[in-house]
């Protein structure tokens, strides 16, 4: 079984910083890659950051030079720390890892963990 299980979403004020973790059941590079998500109420799930195994980081826009997506291989387990944080970053947060081949993808989620951000 994989199982993904995110921690450390909270209430902060405008500025404010969190780190958020996922924690995976199996090695991080059984996954071709791996990234966070979040959702805010009413709209669609939107990829904020992603890590490949074998690649360079990617961001959002939006959260670029303020968020940073990072790994500790032998705790398999995936970072993403949150600085200057705004209200629109407010939602849940969700860790993915993906599988993918040239025919198909499959991608397995954790639970997610709350992020308010207050102005």
């Known amino acids: 079984q994989v199982q993904l299980v995110e921690s450390g979403g909270g209430l902060v004020q405008a500025g404010g910083s969190l780190r958020l973790s996922c924690a995976a059941s199996i090695s991080i590079f059984s996954f071709s890659g791996m990234g966070w998500y979040r959702q805010a109420p009413g709209k669609q799930r939107e990829l904020v950051a992603a890590i490949p195994s074998g690649g360079s980081t990617n961001y959002a826009d939006s959260v670029k030079g303020r968020f940073t997506i990072s790994r500790d291989n032998a705790k398999n387990t995936v970072y993403l720390q949150m600085n200057s944080l705004k209200p629109e970053d407010t939602g849940v947060y969700y860790c993915?890892?993906?599988?993918?081949?040239?025919?198909?993808?499959?991608?397995?989620w954790g639970q997610g963990t709350q992020v308010t951000v207050s102005s």
């Open positions: 993915n890892g993906g599988v993918y081949t040239t025919a198909s993808r499959r991608d397995y």
